[in-house]
């Protein structure tokens, strides 16, 4: 096992965001987080990285609980992510915001950096290298040198992953990262996913888009309101009376 939740709640003033929330994930999993709009799923994602503390509960990663460590720390014990919208530097290359992810596991500062001695210049010099090569990884290779801003939607997210890639983590967060793409850019990203897996990575995935969770995931925990209201394969999830339950009248899934 990888990561657990135990009995893990958040409340926002009177509104309880997660409640009472348990699962696990295994090394080199897939898992699927799924659920109405509001249910929970990305305050799930900032409770796991540290970005918020739960009202209750424990987080345990690789057998040390983790609540209450800052999220830099958090990355650099190997858990990483992407975001809802799309958090790039515009104004800076594919190369250069993939260096930045790596930055978080390096000794020197990206700004430290600036004032280089011999050991930073070859550090800086692997780093690159390691960006170069998750831009290969994801399928961007040939964009190095492009401002993260023009490039295609899909391209963003993918550009996103590869920064997420960088700082080598176990297991990888993905918040919707289908949100926008196309048919084909959405079937490249199943492949993405799968080589991601094949690395040895875990993965949880929250995504709307059925089709490929049904695809990818392996296993799935359902949120309803804050709660867990079932957890399993694809199969027993599509034909659980609660989850259909949920799911009815709601035009966006
Ligand atoms: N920082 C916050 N302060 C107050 N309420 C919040 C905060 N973050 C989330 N919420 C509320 O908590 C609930 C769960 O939100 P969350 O974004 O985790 O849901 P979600 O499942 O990711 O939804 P979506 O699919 O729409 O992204 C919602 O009612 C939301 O309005």
């Not at 990206?110 to 010099?125: N, S, V």
């Not at 925990?221 to 799911?247: C, T």
Request: proline share 3%; aromatic share 6%.
């Amino acid at each position: 096992m990888i990561l657990a939740l135990e009995k893990v709640s958040k409340n926002f003033g009177g509104l309880a965001a997660l409640s009472d929330v348990s699962f696990s994930i295994g090394k080199g999993e897939i898992l699927g987080v799924i659920g109405p709009n509001g249910a929970g799923k990305t305050t799930l994602f900032n409770l796991i990285t540290g970005v918020l503390s739960p009202s209750e509960g424990r987080i345990v990663y690789q057998d040390r609980a983790i609540v209450g460590l800052k999220p830099h720390k958090i990355t650099e014990m190997g858990i990483s992510r992407t975001f809802q919208n799309i958090r790039l530097f515009g104004q800076m290359t594919a190369l250069e915001n993939v260096m930045v992810g790596a930055h978080c596991r390096t000794k020197a500062g990206l700004w430290q950096g600036l004032w280089q001695t011999k050991a930073q210049q070859k550090e800086e010099k692997a780093i690159r290298g390691k960006a170069r090569a998750m831009l290969e990884l994801t399928g961007i290779g040939d964009e190095v040198n492009t401002f993260a801003g023009a490039l295609s939607y899909g391209k963003q997210r993918r550009l996103e992953i590869a920064r997420a890639l960088a700082s080598d983590p176990d297991l990888l967060l993905l918040d919707e990262p289908a949100a926008g793409m196309n048919e084909s850019e959405t079937e490249d990203l199943r492949l993405l996913i799968a080589k991601i897996q094949q690395l040895g990575k875990a993965v949880i995935l929250i995504e709307h888009d059925m089709h490929l969770m049904m695809n990818v995931c392996e296993r799935f925990v359902v949120l309803n309101f804050g709660r867990k209201i079932a957890e399993g394969s694809p199969v027993s999830i599509q034909e659980n009376p609660a989850v259909i339950e949920a799911y009815l009248g709601k035009e966006d899934v």
